[in-house]
Every structure is written in C-alpha cells, then in structure tokens.
Nanobody, 124 residues
C-alpha cells in the first residue's frame, strides 16, 4: 500500500485546510485509514480514523472541528480541518492498516503503512 498526502500549508488561526491522501496498491486489503500528526519534540498522535465499515473516531482535541472522509474504494481519504488553532501545527501523516505485507502477501495481522507527511502551520 502506498500513501501520498497533499494539501498542507500555512493558515491563520481560525482558518481551514483540507488534507488529502491517495492510496494505491493493495487497497482492497485496507481495513482502516487515518491521519496522525507530530509536532516538534512531541510524539506522533492519532487525529482521526475511518474504518472500512465507515466507523470514524477523532482525538478529543479536534472533535467538532475536523471531519475525516474516505471513498468506498478506499483510494482517497481526506481530512477537513476547520477553526484551526496554533497547536495544530505539525506534520500530518496519512496512515493505513491493511491485511497485506509490503510484498503483497496476505497477512492475518494488520500491517501499518505511512505516507511521507505534509506540513501544516497555523499562525496566531
């Protein structure tokens, strides 16, 4: 599974950004898609995810302001971010969990895949 993000940038506090992630490869094996972020000197944290069954969940800090969506084919996952705050400044990573190894072999255990990351900066 390959993941490529787009849509990061610089925005003022209170503004909006939309991140997108294109998935390719063994997309039929994807069981969940999500977004993580990592701010300088902080650990990577889950922002939001959507399962292949459509269940979504969000970090408490973004509930009501961020919305994650994915197409039925699981080839595109987006994160709409509204009312952005300076503490949202981070590198955002697209993430997938799939029942397939990087060699394309079925795996009982879910395998993690990551995009290269896209920078989001929110100025105060």
């Amino acid at each position: 599974v390959q993941l490529v993000e787009s849509g990061g940038g610089l925005v003022q506090a209170g503004g909006s950004l939309r991140l997108s992630c294109a998935a390719s490869g063994s997309v039929r094996s994807i069981r969940a898609l999500g977004w993580y972020r990592q701010a300088p000197e902080k650990e990577r944290e889950l922002v939001a995810f959507v399962s292949s069954g459509g269940r979504t969940d969000y970090a408490d800090s973004v509930k009501g302001r961020f919305t994650i969506t994915a197409d039925n084919a699981q080839t595109l996952v987006s994160l709409e971010m509204n009312n952005l705050k300076p503490e949202a400044t981070a590198v955002y990573y697209c993430h997938a969990k799939a029942n397939v190894t990087s060699d394309g072999i079925y795996s009982n255990d879910l395998v993690d895949y990551w995009g290269q990351g896209t920078q989001v900066a929110v100025s105060s």
